[in-house]
């Protein structure tokens, strides 16, 4: 069984540039979120995407996008990017949507925004 | 919003002894909550889980105990070892919800 993999694992870029994360889900699953998580700090919700269509966000701004394709991959795009984006950005695979069923995380993608 | 949050942030333990690890939710319509563990440079593993029908669930070494009444959520790890060190965090959800809530952490240190 393969685990949820992302690339990639780290990432320096400087502010107003755009970035793009991607994951791919463990196998069986079709539902993907992301978190972002500062250092010291529980990962944050970012969106949630099943069935290829977002369902549900949390407190983040338009600026922050993502797909997901009928593999079940997903790709988080960030636009502008600003000194407070630097954190580690975590996906999670799990089963159908909502809390059915506990989510698979990655080794998640190490931003720095300088 | 929900807030979840732990009662201490560290905590340090002799290899061998039991470790409990504590942490308090505020929405008391949450039914599904989940312990996991990170370590340095890793993504959150998944440990144990329990829905809100329990007021227990054991695993392999690890056991989660469900106060709803006083909205706690308590991790118990048996003879701890060296390779339990790591931040715990406990994450809440309504089945109904798409997004887990996660506490700051508490960071577990193993003494050999």
């Known amino acids: 069984e393969t685990g949820v993999t992302q690339s990639p694992t780290h990432l320096i870029k400087t502010r107003g540039q755009q970035v793009t994360l991607r994951c791919s889900s463990q196998s069986g699953h079709n539902t993907v979120s992301w978190y972002q998580q500062a250092l010291g700090q529980g990962p944050q919700f970012i969106f949630q995407?099943?069935?290829?269509?977002?369902?549900g966000r949390g407190n983040f701004p338009p600026r922050f996008s993502g797909l997901q394709f009928p593999n079940y991959s997903s790709e988080l795009n960030v636009n502008a990017l600003e000194l407070d984006d630097s954190a580690l950005y975590l996906c999670?695979?799990?089963?159908?949507?909502?809390?059915?069923?506990?989510?698979?995380f990655g080794n998640g993608t190490r931003l720095t925004v300088t | 919003g929900e807030s979840v949050g732990l009662h201490l942030p560290t905590l340090s333990v002799q290899e061998g002894d039991n470790s409990i690890i504590n942490c308090a939710y505020s929405?008391?319509?949450?039914?599904?909550f989940i312990w996991y563990k990170q370590e340095s440079g890793k993504g959150p593993q998944f440990i144990i889980d329990?829905?809100?029908?329990?007021d227990k669930r054991q695993g392999q070494r690890v056991t989660v105990l469900l106060n709803k009444t006083v909205k706690h959520l308590s991790l118990q790890i048996a003879a701890t070892q060296p390779g339990d060190s790591a931040v715990y965090f406990c994450a809440e959800n309504l089945i109904t919800g798409n997004q887990f809530y996660f506490g700051t952490g508490t960071s577990l240190t193993v003494i050999p």
């Open positions: 995407y099943y069935r290829e269509e977002e369902n």
């Open positions: 929405n008391s319509a949450s039914d599904y």
């Open positions: 999670a695979s799990s089963v159908g949507q909502g809390g059915l069923s506990p989510l698979h």
């Open positions: 329990i829905r809100s029908n329990m």
